[in-house]
């Protein structure tokens, strides 16, 4: 058969080309290109609203195999906004999935690139760092892409949490429940909330710029600071909101970008990593219990390990094992802390759900 497959190109910011083939929407996308080293799981992390602004590399030679199914998502919509990959299939066999990859990728509007050789890809982004990068299969004109790609933000200093946070307030669990968790919503993954009502809370999910007030209106037990998108200094507003609720000394917890707001609210900086860290294996040292987690993450920025060392408001809880970064904090002498991957894994390993327990067992112990 011939492959009728339209030629697509990717330039990346440093002048750097390479040559696809196209494959879900006909059209152009731009963002900071970063890659996900993950095995499966890929509907979970289109979905997943910290991806928005990135274009993301599957790191997995084969993407697409399994097709899609309806409820394998974090939110209600993909929320990369390109995909670039080695193999990206069409056909899929699982007895569930009632959808192709490339016909879900055209109803979200995604465009996408395959053919790439994303071994030698991901190896120059891991030398080089993050950057920007243009994917097209309606114009492969080096001058025009080279134009667009100038028009591109920067990731540093860029606030995206607001653009993927709920609009209205909503509410999940049981409204009997006596466990209330306040989430202030930056692009929180489905999963989290489900990992908090399965435990038996009664949670309302708040748009990111609530002010305490009005989060204090539901009366919770406890606070969720959530994940998201965008740089994490860029959100003076929800260091505000986070410095008022750490002083009415309830439980917090904070996931990812809500561990980067603890920092920020102790006047932690954080700071924009080389190429970040996105994966279902990355070692994590619980360094209270002394036992190693496999965890879930997705982030591009980290919090300052110096800074944190210096500040005696916090103590760090868990490390990294591959490079040593801040994995997550506890505020001394408060019911806060955070953690810097993923522990409601989806995809990835349980290892980490411990997590919720903790925080569900703070709550219950301030009821009493
Ligand atoms: N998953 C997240 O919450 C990501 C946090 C932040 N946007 C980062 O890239 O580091």
Known sequence: MPNLQQPAVLLLADGNVLYGKAFGKIGTATGEICFNTGMTGYQEVFTDPSYSGQMLIMNNVHIGNYGIKDTDVESSSVKIRGLIGRNLEDKFSRYQATDSLESYLKANNIVAIEGIDTRALVAHIRTKGAMNCIISSENTDIDFLTAELAKVPNMDGLELASTVSTTEEYE????????????????????????????????????AKTPLSRLKEFNPNGYFISNGPGDPAAMPYAVTTLKAILAEDKPVFGICLGHQLLALANDIPT???????????????????????????????GVDPEAVKNNPAVEITHINLNDNSIEGIRVIGKKAFSVQYHPESTPGPHDSRYLFDDFVKMMQENLN
């Open 172 to 207: 999940l669990g049981d409204t009997n429940s006596p466990l209330k968790v306040a989430v202030l919503d930056f692009g929180v993954k489905q999963h989290i909330l489900s990992c908090l009502v399965s435990r038996g809370a009664h949670v309302r999910v708040h748009p």
């Open 271 to 301: 700071f924009k990593m080389h190429h970040g860290h996105r994966g279902l294996n990355h070692p994590v040292k619980n360094i209270i219990t002394g036992q190693c987690e496999i965890t879930t993450q997705n982030h591009g920025f």
